[in-house]
């Protein structure tokens, strides 16, 4: 019998902390190349079964030279190197799962991403970047791999974002359940799934989360904020949340989606009169009531029954207490409450949309992202010598 085609996802967040590297199987789906109809969606969830998860923290001098591209810091030399440097370091996560893989499926760092024209910071086109060279991961683990999957969205007129979605509506749908299958990365994202209907699916980015949170961690000398500890130490200054809350962004309606070029601690007037401590709580708190916020604007109107947290704000119980008090009684739980794996879902969700595009599928929903139609999103590399 053959066997279910299997697929590495590589994933590097908004909150630039290192990689996961996940291998999934996907039963009863056709092999790789086979061609035919997409499968729909049959049998209990997760539909999707994760083999093996490694997470890679990047290197300290990776991570920096990461941060210092996404706030513009990083010369056209410098980024053209960090290119090929990532694609190192995600040759060398994938190294111990990539002999089980098929494909590998790597969504790379975004560096920048420009959605929507602003002439007064000189973004005269819409855009997006993501780092990791492909071909380093080719040439390293003989595989093929996909990449560079916003790019086909914003051509046709969508954000580039959100892409999850549409894995998530896979591995994550349930009749007769309305859930938010939320992100707590370093941009705040959700999917709201009614049921399995396809068309009710809403998806976009809220805004920070722990973007803002880690910077202000860093003020301490950490990488971020373990156990909430920093955003409950300090003093919340309401005065400031109120006035960051009026951002235009908030009350945009879907889709939309944001990054850390518009959310860093620089563009938060007034941050910098607090001192260190109260930064921390205020950001957490400011980041915490602006995904408050997207629910009761935009989700809790259709009727929801449960919100599922993800991502690395999910381990911090301050923020995750803002989100408890600010949306009860909806019940907000982490993935690990629901017997999932939080740490995995980005990656599983490429590793999905790149077996659809290696299959020739659309693989995006573009009423999530404001595309004109569906697309193929990812770029195939491919070694010598392979076929399908």
Request: charged letters at 20%.
């Amino acid at each position: 019998m053959t066997r279910a085609p299997r697929v590495l996802g590589l994933m590097t967040g908004t909150s630039m902390d290192g990689i996961d590297a996940v291998l999934i199987e996907l039963l009863g789906w056709p092999v790789l190349g086979a061609g035919g109809r997409p499968p729909g969606l049959n049998g209990p969830t997760p539909r999707v079964k994760v083999l093996e998860h490694r997470s890679t923290p990047f290197a300290d001098n990776l991570r920096a030279a990461l941060v210092a591209a996404s706030r513009d810091e990083a010369k056209t030399s410098e980024i053209t190197q960090l290119n090929f440097w990532l694609g190192e370091a995600l040759a060398d996560a994938a190294a111990e799962l990539s002999g089980g893989a098929d494909l590998i499926a790597s969504h790379g760092q975004t560096v920048h991403h420009i959605p929507t024209p602003d002439n007064s910071r000189g973004w005269h086109t819409r855009s997006t970047l993501q780092i990791g060279e492909a071909s380093v991961i080719v040439e390293r683990t003989g595989k093929p791999v996909v990449s560079d999957f916003r790019a086909p969205d914003m051509v046709a007129g969508g954000q580039g974002a959100p892409l999850v979605p549409f894995a998530d509506r896979l591995m994550y749908a349930e009749a007769g359940v309305r859930r938010a299958v939320h992100n707590l990365g370093g941009i705040s994202n959700l999917t709201y799934l009614p049921g399995l209907d396809e068309a009710g699916v809403i998806a976009f980015d809220t805004g920070p989360a722990n973007a803002l949170i880690d910077e202000a961690a860093e003020l301490f000398g950490k990488r971020y904020d373990e156990g909430g500890r920093l955003g409950a130490g300090g003093t919340v200054a309401d005065t400031l949340v109120q006035t960051w809350r009026r951002d235009a962004y908030f009350a945009a309606p879907p889709p939309k989606s944001t990054g850390r070029e518009r959310w860093n601690l620089q563009r938060l007037p007034g941050v910098f009169d607090l001192d260190a401590g109260d930064i921390a709580a205020t950001v957490t708190a400011f980041s915490a009531q602006t995904v408050v916020d997207a629910y009761q604007r935009f989700i809790v109107p259709h009727g929801l029954d449960e919100i599922v947290v993800a991502g690395g704000g999910a381990y911090n119980p301050t923020f995750m207490a803002h989100l408890r008090s600010g949306l009860a009684p909806i019940p907000v739980l982490t993935f690990e409450e629901r017997g999932w794996n939080s740490s995995a879902r980005e990656a599983a969700a490429f590793a999905v949309l790149g077996y659809y595009a290696h299959q020739g599928w659309a693989n995006t929903l573009p009423h999530t992202t404001g595309a004109r139609h569906a697309v193929i999103a990812g770029k195939l590399s491919r070694p010598v010598g392979t076929h399908g």
